[in-house]
């Protein structure tokens, strides 16, 4: 595992926290008694975490420090094909309100015929 991949997967786990507890980035980071610019930082994965920020925010967020750095477990395939299955469905129905959309507010397009140069 590369740096860059985990400062990813602890900034989403940053956020995925923060936003399962309602907290605003201003919230947290006045708990934290860090500055919200700093806080962004962290979950766009720009700045690093020092052990006792650490231990502050498993402490707020009431987890382990561990579950800082821990992937996110992938869907499951039947949950996976479903969401695939419900995303080509959505998109075939939009596609098909536009084109219902674009027959009555536009007038049919005549094909284009070429002219011949003399």
Known sequence: MTDKELRGIFS???RR???SRKLSQAA???KLDISVNFLCNLENGNRWI???TLVKFA????IEPYELFKPAEALPSDVSLILNKCLDETAAAVTQTINQIRGYY???TK???RRRKN
């Open 28 to 30: 947290l980071a006045e």
């Open 106 to 108: 536009l007038p049919p």
């Open 59 to 62: 402490s707020i967020l009431n």
């Open 12 to 14: 989403a786990n940053i």
């Open 17 to 19: 926290h923060r936003y």
């Open 111 to 113: 094909p284009r015929t």
């Open 50 to 52: 020092s052990p006792q």
